[in-house]
């Protein structure tokens, strides 16, 4: 059993908004404190085009204010440990957690933070076209609808600033509101409104989307005539865009008869945040309350902080225990988790200036200070721009650590190009990357180089094993450089390619390979295809990646 011995005075269960900004109370309070988070940091922010009322930001991207959140946490000396809480076992003073690995966490007091996931409409088609034109990230997959026709369906915040946001990709978009208006505040609706690309249907609902490969009809009802309407693909058009955002539902379905919940799965806390269990609190969109904002998020999270903190002292004083003992090592820094900061506009145009700014520049010298082999950036091009564009980003990388050298290779016949490929004592690693792996991407290039040029990222053992065992595999993944979820599975797979030669893991910039999409008919990342098989889309873990690998070599 991991850390058997070893006991936190709080564990915070995920980090999104309320469990960063609990994990920053809790730090700064010394608390000895572990957030543990199964999937992306950050949470459904991260999936929010921009963020426009949040208190003393007129503007930000969803994902740079996380990252921004996620190094107060890593200031505070707050561990973040990447796994998912399985079981729970609230008996007692101390509580007990186990996670998807196999691991078991102790912790005097526990925060829930598991927040919520979007909510399915439930129209024919949904599941069946999902990543086929149905998505549910309009910064993740907007881009991939670009000059395409794009349905929103919902009627609320997200929607609204959703539907604005998508009309820089979309030629045109339509709003599908269920009432006769929209249920949020109306300078957020005019976000929506006022948008001259942007029409709205009242009372209209999506009964279906049907098509080929991919969503080429959908039917609409507005539910006061009854009258239907059937939308085709535009011609010339291969598909259109159904983006919902329809609410969501919390993620306590693993917590069901642990704590008090409403009918919904809502848990209910008092002021406090406090649940009916002793030790026990919650925290942000997974709780009770009328408004769900990243804003009262935070607060919830400060207050079940403060809250776990004062039960937490009260408890040891009980058991004559030092308030303060020594806490664990300090949260990982860049190279040793799955994240590298990046700017706050991950857009990527036609470059001019410097690549990087200067607070990466002082995230790489940590990372490539750790390196202890040379790793040649081995360029692939075909005489475009974008080559020239991918070789100058290459030389200001390269120029960061005298670990790295540049050199120019040839490529074969089916390469995607122009590419990157890391080489380590002149074999190639099996890390590739086709397009510039700028935006998101970078933590990807960053954690590659670290893994290949040094002992690397921990891997459970059990799973090391596994990937050794794997026969020659050939995995792609397509990604849009705007994506949050992108990078967590581009590093897995090229996790696995740095341990066994056989692998070979290739992330591909969908907007560079739009024959690639139309092959594979990919509207939604990231999109990961083994050894030529059937694309796997959405977040994945190194264990389901694995095993996906282990199934296409059988």
């Known amino acids: 059993m991991a850390e058997k011995e070893h006991i936190y005075d709080v564990a915070i269960i995920g980090a999104g908004p309320a469990g960063l900004s609990a994990g920053i109370y809790a730090g700064r309070a010394t608390l000895d404190t572990l957030i543990l988070e199964g999937d992306n940091v950050g949470g459904q922010v991260t999936t929010t085009s921009v963020v426009y009322n949040y208190p003393a930001v007129e503007k930000v991207d969803g994902t740079a204010l996380m990252n921004k959140m996620q190094q107060q946490v890593a200031d505070f000396g707050v561990k973040i440990d990447h796994d998912q809480v399985t079981k729970f076992d609230f008996d007692g003073d101390v509580k007990k957690l186990t996670t998807k690995s196999g691991k078991t966490y102790l912790a005097r007091a526990v925060i829930i933070a598991t927040g919520a996931n979007p909510r399915k ?36 915040y997200a929607a609204a600033e959703e539907a604005d946001y998508l009309t820089r990709f979309g030629k045109h978009v339509t709003v599908l509101v269920r009432a006769d208006r929209f249920h949020c505040p109306s300078l957020i609706a005019a976000r929506a409104l006022n948008n001259p690309k942007v029409s709205v249907k009242y009372n209209t609902e999506l009964e279906s989307v049907s098509g080929d490969d991919y969503v080429q009809e959908a039917t609409l009802v507005n539910n006061k005539s009854g009258e239907k309407t059937v939308y085709h693909v535009d011609d010339g058009d291969q598909t259109f865009g159904v983006f919902v955002y329809v609410g969501t539902v919390p993620a306590t379905k693993s917590l069901k008869g642990l704590v008090d919940m409403d009918d919904r799965g809502y848990i209910k806390t008092d002021e406090n945040c406090a649940t009916n269990v002793k030790g026990v609190y919650a925290a942000g969109d997974v709780i009770v309350k009328p408004l769900r904002q990243i804003i009262t998020a935070a607060a919830d999270g400060a207050t079940a902080a403060t809250a776990a903190e004062k039960y937490v002292t009260a408890q040891k004083q009980r058991l004559g225990i030092p308030i303060h003992e020594n806490k664990t090592q300090p949260a990982q820094t860049v190279g040793q988790t799955s994240s590298v900061a990046t700017s706050d506009d991950s ?208």
């Open 347 to 554: 857009s990527v145009t036609k470059h001019e200036g410097k690549w990087l700014s200067d607070d990466i520049v002082k995230q790489l010298n940590v990372v490539f200070g750790r390196l202890k082999k040379d790793v040649t950036l081995e360029l692939l091009e075909d005489g475009s721009q974008k080559s020239q564009e991918l070789e100058s980003f290459i030389d200001e990388v390269a120029s960061y650590s005298d670990k790295l050298t540049v050199k120019k290779g040839q490529a074969a016949s089916d390469d995607y190009l122009p590419q990157l490929r890391l080489i380590v004592d002149g074999q190639d690693t099996g890390l590739h990357y086709a397009g510039i792996p700028t935006g998101h991407e970078m933590s990807s290039l960053v954690l590659g180089i670290y893994n290949v040029g040094s002992a690397g990222q921990q891997v459970d053992p059990s799973l090391v094993e596994r990937i050794k065992a794997l026969p020659a595999t050939k995995i792609q993944i397509g990604v849009s450089l705007t994506c949050h979820f992108c990078p967590d599975v581009v590093a897995a797979c090229q996790r696995m390619a740095s341990l066994n030669p056989k692998v070979s893991a290739t992330m591909i910039d969908l907007a560079d390979y739009p024959q690639l999409r139309k092959e594979k008919k990919v509207m939604s990342v990231p999109a990961t295809m083994v050894n030529g098989g059937p694309v796997i889309f959405g977040s994945q873990s190194l264990e389901q990646l694995l095993s996906a690998c282990e199934k296409a070599a059988k």
């Open 121 to 156: 409409v439930g129209f024919k088609g949904e599941d069946e076209f999902r990543g086929r034109g149905v998505a549910y990230c309009s910064t993740c997959d907007g881009e991939l609808f670009s000059g395409l026709q794009i349905f929103v369906v919902g009627g609320g």
